[in-house]
DNA sequence: CGCGCGCCATACGGGGGCGTATGCACGCTA
DNA sequence: TAGCGTGCATACGCCCCCGTATGGCGCGCG
């Protein structure tokens, strides 16, 4: 995973990093505690960042450019319709393992302004798609935005509610499917 | 707020560390900080506890004490029907202020067992309450949970999504709940 | 009055992280 | 081959925290 060869690049310690907070929180963020990870000592780190704070604003600018296509990519990738690419969107919610360093970016960022903002860019722009694909079933706009965010939510949900039996899993997630993608007479 | 006079009790350690996890994680969960915010020394600490994981563990069981029992407790003042009282759920989700503790603690239980268990007892509890609310409006068991998961997840989305313009607030609030709460023909 | 005990302050050693200063090996260039 | 910059190692001082050991103050009780 982390073992590749070659020289210790300023990406590795960010990759580093990010794996780091998305296993043990941002208090694990240290910079010595990584360069160990890295086989490398701090003259490494101070090398390729001015502090540790030089550190966590690369993590943050690294993920934000990462994080914000990579949902939406895969959507776009699986399908035409908008049916279709909320169906592979909810299939995702419901298995993503990428999503421990979301919440801990979360948590990082009821702290830190900065991080605040990026998060709530990368929210509005996946609520907006979402908003579009759920406009594209034929709803009002107002409507679109609330299934968008019920949608949003429980991609969260199922990772911070530790979930019923998972026996009911499966069909948890299909009832949830059909409920937010119904759209009939008298739904809107 | 943390300004009473007497001796600094057990309890009042309890108290003041779960506003501090709540506030700044649980890194900020130190026995000389929060010996500070008491304006006491780390004497008055290890009187009372045996180590710091053994306030960790006094802060878990007094959680789960006091919340679960909270958010139905209001509940079941607030109304007799399941329609008043999920009407009252939602209104607090979309309000309540106490959700920052709820966030810190799962970030925690992502990391330490008997925080998962714990937080899992609870969620449990919950999610079985808004069931049989949600089945009390004539729901089949299956819909009433997958229901009760999407309007816990709205619970929490709205604290960890930074929400859309603040103008559709309150719309898309409505909006959630009227979608959760409508149940005719062809619904279920 | 003195004695004990609850409750806390003070002092100490150990550990770990941060940031800086400096040393050192390698590759490239002249 | 002498020099130079890159990339990292080593070593140091500093701060903050944990846990323990010990001292001290006040108050109820005989």
């Not at 998305?22 to 160990?36: Q, S």
Request: aromatic share 8%; hydrophobic share 45%; with cysteine.
């Amino acid at each position: 995973m982390a073992t590749m060869t070659g020289p210790v690049t300023r990406e590795r310690w960010i990759d580093a990093a990010l794996d780091t907070l998305a296993r043990d929180g941002l208090g694990g963020v240290g910079v010595e505690p990584i360069a160990r990870l890295l086989h490398v000592t701090k003259g490494s780190f101070y090398w390729h960042f001015k502090d540790r704070a030089d550190l966590l604003r690369a993590m943050l600018v690294r993920w934000e450019q990462v994080m914000t296509k990579a949902l939406i990519g895969q959507a776009e990738a699986a399908g035409e319709t908008a049916q279709d690419r909320l169906r592979v969107l909810f299939r995702l919610s419901f298995e993503k393992r990428a999503v421990p360093l979301e919440m801990a970016l979360r948590d990082w960022g009821r702290r830190e302004p900065f991080v605040t903002r990026a998060v709530a860019r990368v929210d509005r722009r996946r609520l907006r798609y979402l908003e579009r694909l759920f406009g594209g079933l034929g709803l009002e706009p107002g409507d679109a935005r609330a299934r968008a965010f019920l949608a949003y939510s429980s991609l969260f949900g199922t990772h911070i509610i530790s979930v019923t039996a998972p026996r009911h899993r499966e069909d948890t997630f299909r009832r949830c499917r059909a409920l937010l993608l119904r759209v009939g007479p008298g739904s809107p």
